[in-house]
């Protein structure tokens, strides 16, 4: 594929780590996800991460993944890049995986730390080359410690940026203070994988953010993003403020999925805020809550709750 944007932005600035809308009895919704995906990018994403964490990944299989992939490309054309999750602590496993996002079209992978096995260094070089070369897409690395037990390390970053296949990272280390080195050292594009983080992490270089709260606020991101690409970093920073309350609504105690999916029921974009085992639907004191987060936050107005 052409990747948008520039070498600095390959995947654009914005894009959303979507959701998967599920039926009442929980089935994956593709008419709801297409519906989703068409409402992320008329907001101003760039792209979309599927089937990463908080598309519950974990619990969804093979054939469902691809149809989701092939649902959304559908809907959304080449208004906006799409990456499909290639995450496993089993290698052969994220190999499959990519392979399949591949034939169903997406535009790139988002291929994780592998989780739980807390490999060596080498063991991460071996894993993401392994699955970057098992197809011709463009490959997001991703960096979470915090649930994968294990951090990418200067070095290894180092060796797998030479591969022709990976040209970004997804960073949710939270560590800032890290990019502009690992960047001058590796060259690939940096993105913010922590919602509060994405002004310092584009004061230290970064080419954007994939953020859970852009369900909501993707718009005000893209906004945010123009303002201090423009050098209007006050500006920036004034919009960026107002998306402070939808943002700790969304993050919260790790609960993504199931406060996006919650807050989209709330809008009325689904019918339903139904997850997958192990994570359960918010409670209806968690939307109460949640409402007066989207209040604050300017997304729904205060006569809705009446």
Do not use: C
Request: proline residues 6%.
């Amino acid at each position: 594929m052409t990747l948008p944007g520039t070498p600095e932005r390959p995947f654009g600035a914005v894009l959303t780590a979507m959701v998967t809308p599920m039926t009442a009895t929980g089935e994956i919704d593709l008419e709801a996800a297409a519906r989703l995906a068409t409402r992320l990018v008329d907001a101003g994403n760039d792209g979309l991460v599927l089937s990463g964490t908080t598309g519950e990944a974990p619990v969804t299989h093979a054939p469902e993944k691809a149809a989701l992939v092939r649902a959304v490309v559908d809907a959304v054309g080449d208004r906006a890049t799409i990456l499909s999750g290639a995450g496993s602590n089993d290698t052969a496993h994220a190999v499959r995986m990519a392979e399949q996002a591949a034939e169903a079209g997406a535009d790139g992978l988002l291929v994780v730390s592998p989780y739980y096995s807390r490999p060596t260094q080498e063991g991460l070089y071996q894993h993401f080359a392994t699955v970057a070369g098992s197809t011709d897409l463009p490959v997001m690395l991703y960096d979470i410690p915090g649930r994968a037990g294990v951090r990418i390390a200067p070095a290894t970053y180092e060796r797998i940026a030479a591969h022709p296949q990976v040209v970004a990272t997804k960073d949710a280390t939270g560590d800032v203070g890290s990019v502009p080195a690992l960047q001058k050292l590796t060259g690939l594009a940096w993105y913010s994988g922590d919602d509060g983080l994405l002004l310092p992490f584009l004061a230290h270089g970064a080419a954007g953010i994939v953020s859970v709260s852009a369900h909501l606020v993707g718009d005000r991101f893209a906004e945010v993003v123009r303002r201090f690409t423009d050098g209007d970093h006050a500006g920036a920073l004034e919009v960026f403020s107002t998306t402070l309350p939808v943002l700790a609504a969304m993050n919260g105690a790790g609960a993504q999925a199931v406060m996006v999916k919650a807050a989209l029921e709330l809008l009325g974009v689904h019918h339903n805020r139904e997850l997958r085992l192990p994570n359960v639907a918010a409670t209806d004191d968690d939307v109460i809550a949640l409402r007066a987060s989207l209040i604050a936050g300017g997304i729904l107005e205060p006569a809705t709750t009446h």
